[in-house]
Protein backbone atom coordinates (compact mmCIF):
# COMPACT_ATOMS: atom_id res chain seq x y z
CA UNK A 1 0.00 0.00 0.00
CA UNK A 2 0.66 3.82 0.27
CA UNK A 3 1.54 5.66 3.43
CA UNK A 4 0.98 9.34 3.76
CA UNK A 5 3.47 11.49 2.82
CA UNK A 6 2.90 13.19 5.84
CA UNK A 7 3.21 10.42 8.30
CA UNK A 8 6.47 11.10 9.72
CA UNK A 9 8.05 9.82 12.67
CA UNK A 10 8.35 7.17 15.41
CA UNK A 11 5.71 4.95 16.73
CA UNK A 12 7.14 3.81 20.15
CA UNK A 13 5.81 0.42 21.91
CA UNK A 14 6.03 -1.09 25.08
CA UNK A 15 5.25 -4.85 26.43
CA UNK A 16 6.37 -7.74 28.02
CA UNK A 17 9.07 -9.71 25.53
CA UNK A 18 11.42 -12.35 28.08
CA UNK A 19 9.23 -14.76 30.18
CA UNK A 20 11.76 -17.58 30.65
CA UNK A 21 15.47 -16.66 32.23
CA UNK A 22 17.65 -19.84 32.36
CA UNK A 23 15.61 -22.79 34.41
CA UNK A 24 12.65 -20.10 35.81
CA UNK A 25 9.68 -19.24 34.08
CA UNK A 26 7.87 -16.12 35.31
CA UNK A 27 4.25 -16.85 36.29
CA UNK A 28 2.61 -14.26 34.30
CA UNK A 29 2.26 -12.88 30.98
CA UNK A 30 2.58 -8.78 32.53
CA UNK A 31 5.59 -9.82 34.43
CA UNK A 32 8.12 -10.74 31.55
CA UNK A 33 10.54 -8.43 31.59
CA UNK A 34 10.22 -5.48 28.68
CA UNK A 35 10.58 -5.30 25.72
CA UNK A 36 10.41 -2.03 23.35
CA UNK A 37 9.87 -1.81 19.78
CA UNK A 38 9.71 0.87 17.55
CA UNK A 39 8.47 2.00 13.94
CA UNK A 40 10.29 4.56 12.07
CA UNK A 41 7.98 6.36 8.68
CA UNK A 42 10.48 8.15 6.82
CA UNK A 43 9.96 9.48 3.44
CA UNK A 44 7.16 6.70 2.92
CA UNK A 45 9.38 3.74 4.28
CA UNK A 46 8.86 1.62 7.34
CA UNK A 47 12.10 0.95 10.01
CA UNK A 48 11.38 -1.82 12.35
CA UNK A 49 13.84 -1.99 15.77
CA UNK A 50 13.32 -3.76 18.66
CA UNK A 51 15.74 -4.29 22.07
CA UNK A 52 15.13 -5.27 25.37
CA UNK A 53 14.80 -2.52 28.51
CA UNK A 54 18.33 -2.75 30.11
CA UNK A 55 16.99 -2.02 33.19
CA UNK A 56 18.40 -3.17 36.68
CA UNK A 57 16.07 -6.20 36.96
CA UNK A 58 16.64 -7.55 33.40
CA UNK A 59 20.59 -7.10 34.21
CA UNK A 60 20.16 -8.29 37.65
CA UNK A 61 18.62 -11.92 36.21
CA UNK A 62 20.35 -11.55 33.16
CA UNK A 63 23.84 -11.92 35.10
CA UNK A 64 22.21 -14.54 37.85
CA UNK A 65 20.45 -16.59 34.75
CA UNK A 66 17.39 -16.93 36.55
CA UNK A 67 14.45 -14.70 38.05
CA UNK A 68 16.08 -12.81 40.95
CA UNK A 69 13.91 -9.46 41.36
CA UNK A 70 10.49 -10.43 42.29
CA UNK A 71 7.47 -8.78 39.74
CA UNK A 72 3.95 -8.24 40.55
CA UNK A 73 3.12 -11.96 39.85
CA UNK A 74 6.46 -14.37 40.59
CA UNK A 75 7.77 -13.89 43.72
CA UNK A 76 11.76 -14.60 43.27
CA UNK A 77 13.95 -15.71 46.24
CA UNK A 78 17.89 -15.59 47.12
CA UNK A 79 20.26 -18.25 46.49
CA UNK A 80 19.13 -20.83 49.16
CA UNK A 81 22.77 -21.98 49.53
CA UNK A 82 23.86 -18.50 50.94
CA UNK A 83 23.74 -18.15 55.20
CA UNK A 84 21.02 -17.95 57.28
CA UNK A 85 22.26 -14.37 58.29
CA UNK A 86 21.55 -13.28 54.51
CA UNK A 87 18.67 -14.65 54.20
CA UNK A 88 16.84 -13.51 57.35
CA UNK A 89 17.73 -9.89 55.91
CA UNK A 90 16.61 -10.06 53.02
CA UNK A 91 13.25 -11.22 54.63
CA UNK A 92 13.36 -7.98 56.44
CA UNK A 93 13.83 -5.92 53.69
CA UNK A 94 11.16 -7.26 51.54
CA UNK A 95 8.41 -5.55 54.20
CA UNK A 96 8.66 -2.60 52.14
CA UNK A 97 9.43 -4.32 49.29
CA UNK A 98 12.02 -2.88 46.70
CA UNK A 99 9.79 -2.78 43.65
CA UNK A 100 11.05 -3.56 40.32
CA UNK A 101 12.50 -1.04 37.63
CA UNK A 102 10.98 -3.61 35.00
CA UNK A 103 9.00 -0.79 33.26
CA UNK A 104 6.94 -2.57 30.47
CA UNK A 105 3.50 -1.18 29.85
CA UNK A 106 3.89 2.46 28.59
CA UNK A 107 5.99 5.57 27.10
CA UNK A 108 5.77 8.85 28.77
CA UNK A 109 7.16 12.20 27.34
CA UNK A 110 8.79 14.50 30.10
CA UNK A 111 10.23 17.64 28.45
CA UNK A 112 12.40 16.38 25.45
CA UNK A 113 12.21 13.59 27.00
CA UNK A 114 11.08 9.73 27.13
CA UNK A 115 10.39 7.38 29.59
CA UNK A 116 9.11 3.45 29.49
CA UNK A 117 7.11 3.34 32.45
CA UNK A 118 5.77 0.40 34.53
CA UNK A 119 2.87 0.69 37.98
CA UNK A 120 6.31 0.88 40.67
CA UNK A 121 8.04 4.21 41.78
CA UNK A 122 10.87 3.79 38.99
CA UNK A 123 10.71 4.96 35.55
CA UNK A 124 13.95 4.83 33.21
CA UNK A 125 14.58 6.86 30.45
CA UNK A 126 15.15 5.56 27.25
CA UNK A 127 16.81 6.82 23.27
CA UNK A 128 13.29 6.82 20.82
CA UNK A 129 15.97 6.52 18.39
CA UNK A 130 17.79 3.67 19.20
CA UNK A 131 15.92 1.91 21.93
CA UNK A 132 18.80 2.82 24.06
CA UNK A 133 18.27 2.70 27.79
CA UNK A 134 19.85 5.28 30.05
CA UNK A 135 19.33 6.71 33.39
CA UNK A 136 16.79 5.20 35.94
CA UNK A 137 14.18 7.99 37.73
CA UNK A 138 12.53 7.29 41.08
CA UNK A 139 9.60 8.99 42.04
CA UNK A 140 9.59 8.60 45.34
CA UNK A 141 12.42 11.27 45.35
CA UNK A 142 10.44 13.97 44.58
CA UNK A 143 7.12 12.84 45.64
CA UNK A 144 6.65 10.05 48.51
CA UNK A 145 4.46 7.44 46.15
CA UNK A 146 4.89 3.40 46.17
CA UNK A 147 3.38 2.51 42.75
CA UNK A 148 2.25 5.48 39.94
CA UNK A 149 0.10 4.74 36.57
CA UNK A 150 1.30 4.23 33.44
CA UNK A 151 -1.29 6.20 32.11
CA UNK A 152 -0.37 10.02 33.28
CA UNK A 153 -2.18 13.19 31.28
CA UNK A 154 -0.61 16.08 29.42
CA UNK A 155 -1.68 19.54 29.48
CA UNK A 156 -1.89 22.29 26.44
CA UNK A 157 1.72 23.41 27.95
CA UNK A 158 3.34 19.76 27.83
CA UNK A 159 3.09 19.48 31.50
CA UNK A 160 2.31 15.93 33.15
CA UNK A 161 -0.45 15.31 35.72
CA UNK A 162 0.06 11.82 36.80
CA UNK A 163 -0.83 9.37 40.34
CA UNK A 164 0.12 7.43 42.50
CA UNK A 165 -0.38 5.85 45.99
CA UNK A 166 1.85 6.44 49.23
CA UNK A 167 1.42 3.23 51.54
CA UNK A 168 4.53 4.76 53.39
CA UNK A 169 3.44 7.58 55.92
CA UNK A 170 2.97 6.15 59.11
CA UNK A 171 -0.57 4.58 58.08
CA UNK A 172 -2.21 7.32 56.20
CA UNK A 173 -2.47 5.52 53.33
CA UNK A 174 -3.29 8.12 50.69
CA UNK A 175 -3.24 8.57 46.28
CA UNK A 176 -1.39 11.77 45.38
CA UNK A 177 -1.75 13.56 42.36
CA UNK A 178 1.25 15.40 40.84
CA UNK A 179 2.41 17.77 38.30
CA UNK A 180 5.83 17.16 36.48
CA UNK A 181 6.37 20.93 34.10
CA UNK A 182 7.70 20.37 30.97
CA UNK A 183 10.47 22.80 31.42
CA UNK A 184 12.89 23.58 33.85
CA UNK A 185 13.57 27.72 33.95
CA UNK A 186 16.71 28.95 31.99
CA UNK A 187 19.45 28.87 34.42
CA UNK A 188 18.27 25.66 35.88
CA UNK A 189 18.96 24.11 32.70
CA UNK A 190 20.77 21.55 33.84
CA UNK A 191 18.54 20.06 36.55
CA UNK A 192 15.75 17.37 35.68
CA UNK A 193 11.94 18.61 35.28
CA UNK A 194 11.26 15.98 38.41
CA UNK A 195 13.31 18.53 40.36
CA UNK A 196 10.35 21.02 40.26
CA UNK A 197 7.55 18.04 40.56
CA UNK A 198 4.68 19.41 43.08
CA UNK A 199 1.99 17.65 44.53
CA UNK A 200 -0.99 19.31 43.02
CA UNK A 201 -3.49 17.35 46.21
CA UNK A 202 -3.68 14.07 47.93
CA UNK A 203 -6.94 12.00 48.55
CA UNK A 204 -6.95 10.07 51.82
CA UNK A 205 -7.96 6.40 50.78
CA UNK A 206 -11.21 4.81 52.39
CA UNK A 207 -9.72 2.35 54.09
CA UNK A 208 -5.91 2.68 55.31
CA UNK A 209 -4.83 -0.54 54.78
CA UNK A 210 -6.59 -1.31 51.85
CA UNK A 211 -5.57 1.09 48.95
CA UNK A 212 -8.19 1.31 45.59
CA UNK A 213 -6.09 -0.64 42.42
CA UNK A 214 -5.83 2.17 39.61
CA UNK A 215 -4.20 1.73 36.35
CA UNK A 216 -5.29 5.44 34.81
CA UNK A 217 -7.61 8.54 36.02
CA UNK A 218 -9.54 11.20 34.06
CA UNK A 219 -9.56 14.67 33.61
CA UNK A 220 -11.70 17.58 32.07
CA UNK A 221 -10.97 21.18 31.59
CA UNK A 222 -11.81 22.30 35.38
CA UNK A 223 -11.34 18.80 37.01
CA UNK A 224 -9.62 15.59 37.82
CA UNK A 225 -11.46 11.89 38.13
CA UNK A 226 -10.54 9.56 40.64
CA UNK A 227 -12.42 6.55 40.52
CA UNK A 228 -11.44 4.24 43.72
CA UNK A 229 -12.89 0.99 42.94
CA UNK A 230 -13.46 -1.79 45.19
CA UNK A 231 -10.12 -3.81 43.62
CA UNK A 232 -8.17 -3.62 46.35
CA UNK A 233 -4.56 -4.12 47.38
CA UNK A 234 -3.95 -5.29 51.06
CA UNK A 235 -1.21 -3.71 52.79
CA UNK A 236 -0.25 -6.16 55.37
CA UNK A 237 -0.65 -9.29 53.34
CA UNK A 238 2.00 -7.23 50.91
CA UNK A 239 4.63 -6.76 53.99
CA UNK A 240 4.33 -10.39 54.84
CA UNK A 241 4.18 -11.81 51.13
CA UNK A 242 7.68 -12.55 50.53
CA UNK A 243 7.85 -14.49 54.10
CA UNK A 244 4.81 -16.22 53.36
CA UNK A 245 5.24 -17.51 49.93
CA UNK A 246 3.37 -16.06 48.08
CA UNK A 247 3.02 -12.97 45.07
CA UNK A 248 2.11 -9.43 45.44
CA UNK A 249 -1.02 -10.17 42.96
CA UNK A 250 -2.21 -12.35 45.72
CA UNK A 251 -2.53 -9.58 48.15
CA UNK A 252 -5.13 -8.14 45.54
CA UNK A 253 -8.93 -8.72 46.03
CA UNK A 254 -12.33 -7.23 44.96
CA UNK A 255 -15.23 -6.70 46.77
CA UNK A 256 -18.16 -7.27 44.79
CA UNK A 257 -21.01 -5.90 47.67
CA UNK A 258 -18.62 -3.09 47.98
CA UNK A 259 -19.87 0.58 46.30
CA UNK A 260 -17.16 2.61 43.72
CA UNK A 261 -16.50 5.97 44.55
CA UNK A 262 -15.51 8.98 42.24
CA UNK A 263 -13.40 11.90 43.55
CA UNK A 264 -13.91 15.02 41.51
CA UNK A 265 -11.13 17.31 42.60
CA UNK A 266 -11.13 21.04 41.26
CA UNK A 267 -8.11 21.75 39.15
CA UNK A 268 -7.99 25.61 40.17
CA UNK A 269 -8.80 25.07 44.11
CA UNK A 270 -6.98 21.52 44.47
CA UNK A 271 -9.56 20.96 46.53
CA UNK A 272 -12.59 18.01 46.20
CA UNK A 273 -16.08 18.38 45.29
CA UNK A 274 -18.02 17.89 48.63
CA UNK A 275 -20.72 15.84 47.13
CA UNK A 276 -20.26 11.95 47.71
CA UNK A 277 -20.89 10.45 43.94
CA UNK A 278 -20.83 6.51 43.78
CA UNK A 279 -22.03 3.59 41.64
CA UNK A 280 -22.01 -0.21 42.28
CA UNK A 281 -18.93 -2.34 42.42
CA UNK A 282 -16.67 -2.72 39.17
CA UNK A 283 -13.34 -3.12 38.18
CA UNK A 284 -11.77 -0.90 35.58
CA UNK A 285 -8.30 0.06 34.00
CA UNK A 286 -9.02 2.27 31.51
CA UNK A 287 -10.65 5.77 30.83
CA UNK A 288 -11.37 6.72 27.59
CA UNK A 289 -12.10 10.61 27.82
CA UNK A 290 -13.86 12.89 29.92
CA UNK A 291 -15.40 16.50 29.50
CA UNK A 292 -17.97 19.35 31.02
CA UNK A 293 -21.56 20.01 29.57
CA UNK A 294 -23.72 22.44 31.38
CA UNK A 295 -22.88 21.52 35.31
CA UNK A 296 -22.28 17.80 34.47
CA UNK A 297 -18.95 15.66 33.91
CA UNK A 298 -19.43 13.36 31.64
CA UNK A 299 -16.57 10.75 31.81
CA UNK A 300 -16.45 7.13 29.86
CA UNK A 301 -14.48 4.01 31.10
CA UNK A 302 -14.17 0.65 30.11
CA UNK A 303 -15.24 -1.21 32.79
CA UNK A 304 -15.73 -5.16 34.23
CA UNK A 305 -17.92 -6.75 36.55
CA UNK A 306 -15.05 -8.88 37.96
CA UNK A 307 -11.29 -9.26 38.05
CA UNK A 308 -11.43 -12.10 35.93
CA UNK A 309 -8.92 -10.29 33.54
CA UNK A 310 -6.05 -10.40 35.47
CA UNK A 311 -5.79 -14.23 35.93
CA UNK A 312 -6.86 -15.12 32.32
CA UNK A 313 -2.89 -13.95 32.05
CA UNK A 314 -1.10 -16.37 33.78
CA UNK A 315 1.27 -18.03 31.78
CA UNK A 316 0.10 -21.76 32.49
CA UNK A 317 -3.45 -20.43 31.00
CA UNK A 318 -1.71 -19.43 28.06
CA UNK A 319 -1.16 -22.27 26.18
CA UNK A 320 -2.17 -23.55 22.54
CA UNK A 321 -5.68 -24.01 23.83
CA UNK A 322 -5.97 -20.38 25.10
CA UNK A 323 -8.45 -18.83 22.68
CA UNK A 324 -10.70 -21.75 23.51
CA UNK A 325 -10.14 -22.00 26.91
CA UNK A 326 -10.02 -18.67 28.20
CA UNK A 327 -13.29 -17.15 28.55
CA UNK A 328 -13.91 -13.64 30.35
CA UNK A 329 -16.41 -14.51 33.17
CA UNK A 330 -17.21 -10.72 32.62
CA UNK A 331 -17.03 -9.24 29.36
CA UNK A 332 -16.00 -5.15 29.33
CA UNK A 333 -18.79 -2.83 28.86
CA UNK A 334 -17.81 0.76 27.80
CA UNK A 335 -20.04 3.10 30.37
CA UNK A 336 -20.98 6.34 30.60
CA UNK A 337 -21.21 8.62 33.63
CA UNK A 338 -22.94 11.37 33.55
CA UNK A 339 -22.10 13.39 36.90
CA UNK A 340 -24.49 16.54 38.41
CA UNK A 341 -21.91 18.59 39.60
CA UNK A 342 -24.84 21.64 39.93
CA UNK A 343 -27.92 20.54 41.13
CA UNK A 344 -30.76 21.78 42.80
CA UNK A 345 -29.72 21.25 46.41
CA UNK A 346 -33.37 20.77 47.18
CA UNK A 347 -34.10 18.41 44.87
CA UNK A 348 -36.61 15.56 46.60
CA UNK A 349 -34.74 12.28 47.41
CA UNK A 350 -35.01 9.38 44.04
CA UNK A 351 -35.15 12.14 41.48
CA UNK A 352 -32.74 11.60 38.79
CA UNK A 353 -30.55 14.73 38.67
CA UNK A 354 -29.24 14.21 35.26
CA UNK A 355 -30.27 17.13 32.76
CA UNK A 356 -28.49 16.22 29.85
CA UNK A 357 -30.50 13.90 26.99
CA UNK A 358 -28.92 10.23 28.76
CA UNK A 359 -30.64 6.88 29.87
CA UNK A 360 -27.65 7.53 32.55
CA UNK A 361 -28.78 8.58 35.88
CA UNK A 362 -27.62 10.50 39.32
CA UNK A 363 -30.16 9.68 42.16
CA UNK A 364 -30.05 12.03 45.25
CA UNK A 365 -30.73 9.22 48.20
CA UNK A 366 -31.83 10.45 51.94
CA UNK A 367 -28.09 10.99 53.29
CA UNK A 368 -27.09 13.34 50.58
CA UNK A 369 -25.14 11.09 48.27
CA UNK A 370 -25.97 10.72 44.94
CA UNK A 371 -26.21 7.12 43.05
CA UNK A 372 -24.80 7.30 39.76
CA UNK A 373 -25.77 4.53 37.01
CA UNK A 374 -24.11 4.64 33.12
CA UNK A 375 -25.24 4.42 29.54
CA UNK A 376 -23.87 1.59 28.24
CA UNK A 377 -22.17 2.72 24.78
CA UNK A 378 -20.93 -0.80 23.51
CA UNK A 379 -19.24 -3.60 24.54
CA UNK A 380 -16.37 -5.94 24.14
CA UNK A 381 -13.37 -3.12 23.67
CA UNK A 382 -10.19 -2.73 25.43
CA UNK A 383 -7.18 -0.22 24.82
CA UNK A 384 -8.98 2.45 24.10
CA UNK A 385 -7.24 5.37 22.58
CA UNK A 386 -8.58 8.92 21.28
CA UNK A 387 -7.56 11.96 19.28
CA UNK A 388 -5.62 13.40 22.37
CA UNK A 389 -6.22 16.78 21.31
CA UNK A 390 -9.79 15.93 22.37
CA UNK A 391 -8.25 15.04 25.52
CA UNK A 392 -10.65 16.52 28.17
CA UNK A 393 -13.03 17.88 25.63
CA UNK A 394 -16.46 16.74 24.22
CA UNK A 395 -15.57 14.09 22.13
CA UNK A 396 -17.22 11.55 19.14
CA UNK A 397 -14.28 9.20 18.73
CA UNK A 398 -13.02 5.77 20.27
CA UNK A 399 -10.45 3.96 18.55
CA UNK A 400 -10.12 0.20 20.48
CA UNK A 401 -9.13 -3.53 20.36
CA UNK A 402 -12.55 -5.30 20.13
CA UNK A 403 -12.98 -8.44 22.62
CA UNK A 404 -15.57 -10.70 22.70
CA UNK A 405 -15.64 -13.55 25.81
CA UNK A 406 -11.84 -14.20 24.83
CA UNK A 407 -9.37 -11.41 26.33
CA UNK A 408 -6.88 -11.31 22.95
CA UNK A 409 -8.17 -8.77 20.86
CA UNK A 410 -9.49 -10.46 17.04
CA UNK A 411 -10.17 -6.79 15.68
CA UNK A 412 -9.72 -2.85 15.86
CA UNK A 413 -12.86 -1.02 16.24
CA UNK A 414 -13.60 2.64 15.93
CA UNK A 415 -16.54 3.60 17.91
CA UNK A 416 -18.72 6.65 17.67
CA UNK A 417 -19.78 7.53 21.23
CA UNK A 418 -22.65 9.65 20.00
CA UNK A 419 -24.25 7.34 17.58
CA UNK A 420 -22.92 4.06 18.81
CA UNK A 421 -22.08 3.28 15.48
CA UNK A 422 -19.11 1.12 14.81
CA UNK A 423 -16.59 0.56 12.25
CA UNK A 424 -13.98 -3.00 12.36
CA UNK A 425 -10.94 -4.17 11.02
CA UNK A 426 -10.49 -7.61 11.41
CA UNK A 427 -9.26 -10.88 8.99
CA UNK A 428 -8.61 -14.53 10.14
CA UNK A 429 -5.73 -15.69 12.89
CA UNK A 430 -4.81 -11.75 13.32
CA UNK A 431 -4.50 -10.48 16.73
CA UNK A 432 -4.08 -6.71 16.54
CA UNK A 433 -2.75 -4.55 20.00
CA UNK A 434 -3.73 -1.10 21.01
CA UNK A 435 -4.66 1.04 18.24
CA UNK A 436 -2.77 4.41 18.08
CA UNK A 437 -4.83 7.63 16.51
CA UNK A 438 -2.28 9.91 14.66
CA UNK A 439 -3.79 13.34 13.58
CA UNK A 440 -3.20 14.83 10.19
CA UNK A 441 -0.97 17.58 10.09
CA UNK A 442 -3.38 20.88 10.41
CA UNK A 443 -6.26 18.24 10.36
CA UNK A 444 -9.82 19.76 11.00
CA UNK A 445 -12.31 17.18 12.08
CA UNK A 446 -11.37 14.32 14.65
CA UNK A 447 -11.32 11.65 12.64
CA UNK A 448 -9.15 13.34 10.52
CA UNK A 449 -5.84 11.03 10.54
CA UNK A 450 -4.84 7.19 10.26
CA UNK A 451 -4.78 4.36 12.59
CA UNK A 452 -1.57 2.30 13.45
CA UNK A 453 -1.64 -0.98 15.25
CA UNK A 454 0.79 -4.10 15.23
CA UNK A 455 -0.66 -6.96 14.31
CA UNK A 456 1.17 -10.64 15.33
CA UNK A 457 -0.35 -13.47 13.31
CA UNK A 458 -1.87 -16.78 15.55
CA UNK A 459 0.30 -19.09 13.46
CA UNK A 460 4.07 -18.59 14.43
CA UNK A 461 5.15 -19.21 10.25
CA UNK A 462 3.04 -16.09 9.29
CA UNK A 463 4.99 -12.84 9.63
CA UNK A 464 3.60 -10.33 12.08
CA UNK A 465 2.57 -6.91 10.03
CA UNK A 466 2.20 -2.93 11.29
CA UNK A 467 -1.28 -1.76 9.87
CA UNK A 468 -1.95 1.75 8.74
CA UNK A 469 -5.30 2.33 8.48
CA UNK A 470 -7.46 5.71 7.47
CA UNK A 471 -9.30 6.62 10.32
CA UNK A 472 -12.42 8.21 8.77
CA UNK A 473 -13.39 5.12 6.44
CA UNK A 474 -11.08 2.33 7.96
CA UNK A 475 -10.01 1.05 5.18
CA UNK A 476 -6.85 -0.16 4.92
CA UNK A 477 -3.80 2.32 3.45
CA UNK A 478 -0.72 0.33 3.87
CA UNK A 479 1.03 -2.96 5.70
CA UNK A 480 4.54 -3.41 6.66
CA UNK A 481 5.52 -6.73 6.85
CA UNK A 482 8.57 -7.81 9.93
CA UNK A 483 10.08 -10.73 8.84
CA UNK A 484 10.93 -11.14 12.58
CA UNK A 485 8.55 -12.67 16.05
CA UNK A 486 7.05 -9.71 17.12
CA UNK A 487 5.77 -9.94 20.71
CA UNK A 488 2.14 -8.51 21.47
CA UNK A 489 2.63 -5.31 23.44
CA UNK A 490 0.61 -3.22 25.98
CA UNK A 491 0.49 0.91 25.00
CA UNK A 492 2.85 3.47 23.50
CA UNK A 493 2.74 6.64 21.51
CA UNK A 494 3.40 8.22 18.00
CA UNK A 495 6.27 10.61 18.20
CA UNK A 496 5.94 13.30 15.05
CA UNK A 497 9.21 13.74 13.68
CA UNK A 498 9.31 17.59 15.28
CA UNK A 499 9.13 16.14 18.57
CA UNK A 500 12.27 14.26 18.75
CA UNK A 501 15.94 16.25 19.40
CA UNK A 502 17.88 15.36 16.53
CA UNK A 503 20.97 12.72 16.43
CA UNK A 504 23.52 15.02 17.24
CA UNK A 505 21.98 16.84 20.02
Not at 68 to 86: H, L, Q, R, W
Not at 119 to 140: M, S, W
Amino acid sequence: GQLPTWLQGILLRNGPGMHTIGDSKYNHWFDGLALLHSFTFKNGEVYYRSKYLRSDTYNCNIEANRIVVSEFGTMAYPDPCKNIFAKAFSYLSHTIPEFTDNCLINIMKAGDDFYATGETNFIRKINPQTLDTLEKVDYNKYVAVNLATSHPHYDSAGNILNMGTSIVDKGKTKYLLFKIPSSVPEQEKKKSCFKHLEVVCSIPSRSLLHPSYYHSFGITENYIIFVEQPFRLDILKMATAYMRGVTWASCLAFDKDDKTWFHFIDRRTKKEVSTKFYTDAMVFFHHINAYEEDGHIIFDIVAYTDNSLYDMFYLKNLNKDFEKNAKLTSIPTCRRFVVPLQYDKDAVVDSNLVKLPSTATAVKEKDGNIYCQPEILCEGIELPRINYDYNGKKYKYVFATQVQWCPVPTKIAKLNTQTKEMLQWGQDDCWPSEPVFVPRPDAKEEDDGVVLTCVVKTDPKDPPFLLVLDAKTFTELGRAIVNVEMHMDLHGMFIPQQDMKTETE
